[in-house]
C-alpha cells in the first residue's frame, strides 16, 4: 500500500522526534510515562522500539511532510480474546497542527490495518476535553460509543475520556 503521510521509522529520525513531543501541549493529551523534557536518547529508544516490536502486533509509523517527520502513529494488536481489536495513538508536533494532517494520517494507518492484517476493530479513547482528537476520529470514519466516566487521572486531574472505533 502507497503511503502519503505515513513512513516506516528510521534512526536518523530522533531529533524530529524530540522536536515533536518536547512539548506540554503535546504531552498533556497522552498517557503518562513520556519523559519530560525528552531528550535525543529518549527518542532514539523510541524508534529503536518501533523498529524491533513484533510485525503482527504492533502497527507504528512516522508520520510526515515533505520528508520530514512531524509525528508519529501507533495501532497496537490487543491479547486474549482481544486479539483481533487494536488500539491506536497519534501525536503531531505543534507547528502542524489544524492543518488535517493527523486525519489523513489515521485514515492511512487504518487502511493498512484493515487491508494487510486480520484485525476486525481499531479504537482510541481521547480525553473527552480534547476535541481536535475527536474530530480527527470523527473525520477519519470512527465511531463515537460513548463516554468512559473518570477514566483517567493526568496531572492530578480525574478525566472523562470517549471510546471511538472503526470496525471493518
Ligand atoms: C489531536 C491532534 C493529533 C490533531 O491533529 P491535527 O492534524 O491538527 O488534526 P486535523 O487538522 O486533522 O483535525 C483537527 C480538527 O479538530 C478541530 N479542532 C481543533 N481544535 C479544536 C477545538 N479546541 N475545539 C473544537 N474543534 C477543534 C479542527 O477544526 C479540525 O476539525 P475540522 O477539520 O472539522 O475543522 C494534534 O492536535 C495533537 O497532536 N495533539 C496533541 C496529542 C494528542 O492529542 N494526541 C491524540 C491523543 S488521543
New binding site residues.
Given amino acids: 500500500m502507497e503511503f502519503t503521510r505515513l513512513r516506516a521509522w528510521q534512526e536518523s529520525d530522533a531529533a524530529d522526534v524530540v522536536h515533536a513531543i518536547n512539548n506540554k501541549?503535546?504531552l498533556?493529551?497522552?498517557r503518562d510515562g513520556i519523559p519530560y523534557p525528552y531528550s535525543l536518547a529518549d527518542a532514539e529508544s523510541f524508534i529503536r522500539s518501533r523498529l524491533d516490536a513484533d510485525k503482527n502486533e504492533a502497527f507504528a509509523w512516522a508520520i510526515t511532510d515533505n520528508g520530514r517527520v512531524i509525528?508519529s502513529i501507533g495501532i497496537f494488536r490487543k491479547g486474549n480474546i482481544h486479539r483481533l481489536t487494536a488500539e491506536m495513538?497519534?501525536?503531531?508536533?505543534?507547528d502542524?497542527?489544524?492543518?488535517?494532517?493527523?486525519?489523513?494520517?489515521v485514515r492511512e494507518a487504518v487502511s493498512y490495518v484493515f487491508l494487510h492484517t486480520d484485525i476486525v476493530r481499531v479504537y482510541?479513547?481521547?480525553?473527552a476535553r480534547?476535541?481536535?482528537?475527536?474530530?480527527?476520529l470523527e473525520?477519519a470514519g470512527f465511531t463515537f460509543e460513548g463516554v468512559l466516566r473518570k477514566n483517567a487521572i493526568k496531572n492530578g486531574e480525574i478525566l472523562d475520556m470517549r471510546l471511538y472505533s472503526i470496525v471493518r
Avoid at 502542524?96 to 494520517?105: D, R, V
Avoid at 482510541?124 to 480525553?127: N, S, T
Fill in positions: 501541549e503535546v498533556n493529551n497522552l509525528g495513538g497519534y501525536y503531531l508536533a505543534e502542524f497542527w489544524g492543518k488535517g494532517i493527523a486525519t489523513e494520517a482510541a479513547e481521547p480525553f480534547n476535541l481536535a482528537s475527536c474530530r480527527v473525520k
